[in-house]
């Protein structure tokens, strides 16, 4: 096995032991792989140790990486998890099969509209900005409900959840206290009726806690594929 399958496997194992401690059952847990400034290979490394579902902080680069691995295309699922501006959404629309990222409706108009029909729906979240920094996307959790009924209307997209990337907290208890903001809001768009299935939150270092507070899938880079490789001059 190589060291990116080594990596896969151990974070496969706390999301297991994260999911025992909290009562819950391992196999209501995703795991997103994100892949962003490394390479194809790297993917096809993790795809070969068991991994499908990879998430894409950069438009160009996860098309670059689908256009690469093409031969595997049937069993990835590429994940749209960035910012995403009102230019791009032609090919994210046509290219990954969930965008994680959506806070406005005119970026949601523009993937419905652009979704090409031999495809399935574009499986869609909500960002949310859980703590109100001011520097980051996201609809504000007041504002939420209603983007989700807007978007859970159009007619090429499938709304699954909500994603959040909550500020950097360095004990296990406050983790958990930003990202139980989370999964409240994702409750009250469920309790008003909207069928949700998915809360995209936790990462390499908030995993556990993500995990305790209800999180659906994890979001781990670094602790599969090691520290941010250097993009190319």
């Not at 994603?163 to 469920?190: G, K, N, Y």
């Amino acid at each position: 096995m190589t060291m990116i399958g080594d990596d896969l496997q151990q974070v496969k194992n706390r999301i297991e032991a994260a999911c025992v401690t909290a009562g819950r059952d391992p196999a209501g847990v995703r795991l997103l792989a994100v892949s962003k400034t490394f390479g194809a290979d790297a993917v096809r490394d993790a795809h070969a140790a068991g991994q499908t579902a990879f998430g894409e902080n950069y438009v160009q680069e996860g098309l670059d990486k689908i256009e690469a691995l093409a031969d595997l295309r049937a069993s990835l699922e590429w994940h749209c998890i960035g910012p995403l501006q009102s230019n791009k959404t032609r090919p994210v629309a046509e290219q990954f099969d969930w965008v994680h990222s959506i806070d406005r409706l005119k970026i949601a108009e523009r993937l419905s509209a652009q979704r090409p029909v031999h495809l399935a729906p574009l499986n869609v979240c909500l960002q949310v900005n859980v703590d109100g920094g001011a520097n980051k996307s996201g609809v504000p959790p007041e504002e939420a409900l209603e983007l989700a009924r807007a978007v859970a209307a159009l007619p090429h997209l499938r709304l699954r959840g909500l994603m959040a990337i909550p500020e950097p907290a360095t004990d296990f208890a406050a983790q958990r206290d930003l990202c139980l903001r989370a999964h409240a809001v994702f409750e009250s768009i469920r309790g008003a009726g909207i069928a949700l299935d998915t809360l995209s939150l936790g990462m390499s270092a908030d995993l556990e806690a993500a995990i305790s507070a209800g999180s659906t899938m994890v979001r781990v880079g670094t602790a599969i594929f090691g520290g941010r490789a250097r993009k190319p001059a």
